[in-house]
């Protein structure tokens, strides 16, 4: 089984001592990116992106410091350096040795520079998005970019796990990434929705973080199959049988 996880644009940039790391696997594409981001001015940054002018400066200044050599000086484990609601469910911090490798094995982090990163892979600090418009060669935008890639990576770590099933825990803005026709078994995707004077609706910050407390515990129960996640209960969320289809898991409070 594999789980799927957005990043975040909120990051920790503190050093990570005494953790294990690998690096990530598309690097020679996130050099393309970044060759390609070094060119742009901030302003043309702050239009791309839709960012502020102190935003951009940070990043191009991010884009200009980038280097092909990644360590524990310049870099840190993807899923301690991303700090947004998700990883705040997550906690990956507290994990213990044996969780990480689960982790390792288990989840993986959709990404508009690096494409797909397992929670060890070391990420230099960054900011780019997934739905961004960047233009590259005859790609129009990162899903263009990244074609069909991503989705290979995914079917090649799912046959590691001897699993054919995909659990969405990812916005959609990052889903698109995946090409859905291309996996090769079970696709389910995880909602989680509130009552809110009698309709369900989704509140995004506690949805958000849901995702990544539904990941920490996938990870600390050491589930292989979905079927288990119906007993988990994530910051309140329960499983509703009657809403849910064989593809659409809903948990509601």
Known sequence: MIVLLSPAKTLDETPAHGVSHTLPRMLP??????????????????ELMGISENLARLNKGRYQTYTESFDAGNAKPAALMFKGDVYTGLE???FSADELAFAQQHLRILSGLYGLLRPLDLIQPYRLEMGTALKLGRSKNLYAFWGDQITQLVREDLGATGSDTVVN??????????????????????????????????????????????????????????EGMQQLVADDYVFDRSLSTETDWYFLK
Do not use: W
């Open 92 to 94: 990956a911090e507290a």
């Open 29 to 46: 594409h996130s050099a393309r990116l970044i060759k390609n981001l070094r060119r742009k001015s901030v302003a043309e940054l702050q």
């Open 169 to 226: 825990l990812a916005s959609q803005e990052y889903f698109q990434a995946i090409k859905t026709d291309q996996l090769p078994g079970r696709l389910l995707h995880i909602h989680f929705k509130e009552d809110r004077d009698g309709q369900l609706k989704v509140i995004s910050f506690n949805a958000k973080k849901a995702r990544g407390k539904m990941a920490q515990l996938l990870v600390k129960e050491g589930l292989t199959q979905p």
